[in-house]
């Protein structure tokens, strides 16, 4: 049998396709598509109002409709509605008049006539309806109901599409995020490798630099030894007395390019914080840098640990302390504290002092080498111990006010558990 050609097909119906062929959408906006869809179903079927609404769970959202709905809020309750038998049902439903017709859910006020199709998915899933209402009761002929049909498969796959372009955009950015997390992990590894190389080699070069001087240096230092040694002039033995002061700082200099340079391999330990401090407490008391600077402390309440080297971890307390004290005055406090926040799994470690304030373009390089603002400083000092704390999986952090004045915090990850 012949297939009926498009002139013995119903000028509705022809309609219908006419309209349906001009629909695109190539632009991505759901909503005005629906919009199109809703305004071409209600103008076919000549009714007075048609919507395509998204019904998920227990509410109902109009997504397109042919009359201005109030408010901004188009969610709705979607239980006991002529839409819930819809969905449920998965089937089209017609009702003539639905005062006549309580049993198939409750219509909008002032309106009688109802005409629901269910959007089905490609999987199945029945994810809405194009719902279309009439102020007075009518019947529905076949060929209204397959308009309604044809244009909600259009709704129901714009849908899909709709919703498949999202899910895709959302792993789209999951993954872009994704790659540069990872771009960015694989760039510091990158430059840490660098680095590390970097350092090895100023390692090596330093070393053979150092030995190079230090057996000229050696030399003269025996020869100022004999020189103080003898019956001088004034002028004499102070030329003498100050060459052998700049050697003692030549030899310090060359122990801390040393210090820097030289890869940090840790001989790593559980200790006790306070233990530390008090130990190298100790250990600077005798110091020149911290006479007439009196050191407030107090030790902590619960008995931190961290795993590290005790030396180095050592040496970061006096560099920080012995820079501290050659920022103030006599008489001016040092202030040591140690702080553990459980939470974050850290032990931190503050020195504060009330010198002059570290201006904020120097403070930011503060930890580079050879950046001082003492006169006749090395500028080791800081970049010693950025390099120790950093190899301890540490953070160093500084900040300069004239409230507070100059606050180094050392944070270390936490050891053991900490009893009280």
Known sequence: ???????S???QLQRTVRVLSTLSYRGGELTAYLEEIAGAVSELIEIDWSAVTLCRGDHETVLASTIELGGSDRVYALHGTMADTVVRSGDLLAVEDTERC???GQAPEGYHAYLGVPLRLPNGEVVGTICSFHRTPRTFSADERQIVRLFAERAAIAIDNYELYQQQKAFNARLEAEVHKRTAELRAVQDKLVENERLRAIGEFAATIVHEVRSPLSALGMLVEYLSGLELP???ARRVGLAAGELA??????SEILLYAKPQQLQREVMEVGRLVEDTLETVAAMTPLRDRPIQYAP???MARVTGDRDKLKQVLINLMVNAAEAIGPGDPIRLAVHEHTVQGQVCIEVQNGGNVIPSDLLSRITEPFRTTKAGGSGL???IVKRIVNAHEGTLTISSS?????RVSVRLPAGEETGS
């Open 234 to 236: 004034e002028a004499a």
């Open 102 to 104: 309580p049993e198939c």
């Open 9 to 11: 097909v119903s000028p």
């Open 381 to 383: 000092g800081l970049a």
């Open 402 to 406: 004239t409230e507070a004045g100059t």
């Open 1 to 7: 049998m012949d297939a009926p050609s498009f002139d």
């Open 300 to 302: 902590p309440a619960q």
């Open 249 to 254: 700082r030549l030899q310090d200099l060359l």
